[in-house]
């Protein structure tokens, strides 16, 4: 083998370890990082478990039956999750849980006279469906 053919093999070979080695090291890197694949299933798990924390609507809902008063005066419907009828708030008479002027501020409801009212102004539906999910969970 002449010493040109040589050096032109030399340099074949030393450009084949080269690649051999930015391979070697970008598989590396590669193992390294979590593949966008698995990020997206990272990020999906997270989700999931936010949301299993997450109280469903009609049990959530229940902290707007207590302490309600404004809620209950700016609400253009209300409803009761132990009777299950629905009606204007201005038909609220009574009042319960007093702060320090002595005005109530849970409302008892206008037909049974229980303190499961809620409004339409705390954002949950005001139907009888959903009040219906209520009365289940919390009596």
Same mark, same amino acid.
């Given at each position: ?5 040589y050096l ?69 419907? @209300?409803? @009761? ?6 009606y204007n ?22 037909? @049974? ?27």
């Amino acid at each position: 083998m002449s010493e040109e053919e040589y050096l032109r093999m030399k340099g074949i070979l030393d450009n084949i370890a080269r690649q051999q080695k930015i391979l070697a090291e970008n598989q590396a890197k590669a193992l390294a990082r979590p593949h966008s694949s698995e990020k997206t299933i990272a990020t999906q798990l997270r989700r999931i478990q936010s949301r299993m924390r997450m109280k469903p609507d009609h049990i959530a809902a229940h902290k707007h039956s207590s302490g309600h008063r404004d809620e209950i005066k700016n609400s253009g419907v @209300c409803g @009761c999750f132990y009777c299950l009828e629905i009606y204007n708030p201005i038909e609220i008479l009574d009042w319960v849980d007093e702060d320090e002027r002595g005005v109530g501020q849970c409302a008892l409801c206008a037909r @049974c006279g229980i303190d499961a009212v809620i409004g339409s102004a705390s954002g949950y539906p005001i139907t009888k469906e959903f009040l219906q999910k209520m009365r289940e969970y919390w009596f």
